[in-house]
């Protein structure tokens, strides 16, 4: 009887993982951080966008802190 040879399965590739990102899983997160980036530096645009006193004390209160 004969012995059955195994085939050796394809080997990895070395360049590592071939992962392809569609063009919105980086370009949305990054235009949501400039969003609230500009949001924090002005906080002007905030109290239109918003409406909330307070929310607009929290952003000029953050500003103040990182100008120091």
């Known amino acids: 009887m004969s012995a ?3 085939t050796l399965p ?3 590739t070395k360049g590592g993982v071939d992962i392809r990102l569609p063009w919105w899983a ?3 997160p990054a235009l949501a951080f400039i969003v ?3 949001l924090m530096l ?3 645009d905030a109290q ?3 409406g ?3 929310i607009t004390h929290l952003f000029e209160r ?3 802190l990182m100008a120091h």
């Open 4 to 6: 059955r040879t195994h």
């Open 10 to 12: 394809h080997p990895a």
């Open 26 to 28: 980086l370009a949305l």
């Open 36 to 38: 609230l980036l500009a």
């Open 42 to 44: 002005n906080p002007t």
């Open 48 to 50: 239109a966008a918003s």
């Open 52 to 54: 909330d006193p307070a």
């Open 62 to 64: 953050l500003q103040q």
